[in-house]
Nanobody, 126 residues
Framework: QVQLAESGGGLVQAGGSLRLSCAAS????????MGWFRQAPGKEREFVVG????????SYVDSVKGRFTISRDNAKNMVYLQMNSLKREDTAVYYC???????????????????WGQGTQVTVSS
């Protein structure tokens, strides 16, 4: 049974930092590209950043470029999201997702991902 478990969310002041982690189990982690998505109240789930199976390719939504960094450790079945200079508009539930792929193109479509975690809340206060 595939499980993705996010952690690291919380309440932070604007300008602060958080590091999200996602632990994967029940799958061959290196067969999967990974993505972080977020969903704010009343809005659709949106792509934030993705990383290829080997970590060599990444893609960021424009609003987080230069502030967020994705990384992965295939030996530990972990993917991370370092979030710096957080803004109020970053407030959302953050989800990690897995998509079986050995390609280099990072897919941003929600329905193209095979597995999802339960999400972790990130709240940025002013």
């Amino acid at each position: 049974q595939v499980q993705l478990a996010e952690s690291g969310g919380g309440l932070v002041q604007a300008g602060g930092s958080l590091r999200l982690s996602c632990a994967a189990s029940g799958l061959t982690f290196s067969d999967y590209a990974m993505g972080w998505f977020r969903q704010a109240p009343g809005k659709e789930r949106e792509f934030v950043v993705g990383i290829s199976w080997g970590g060599g390719f990444t893609s960021y939504v424009d609003s987080v470029k230069g502030r967020f960094t994705i990384s992965r450790d295939n030996a530990k079945n972990m993917v991370y999201l370092q979030m710096n200079s957080l803004k109020r508009e970053d407030t959302a539930v953050y989800y990690c997702a897995a998509r079986r792929s050995h390609g280099t193109t990072i897919i941003r479509l929600v329905d193209q991902y095979d597995y999802w975690g339960q999400g972790t809340q990130v709240t940025v206060s002013s």
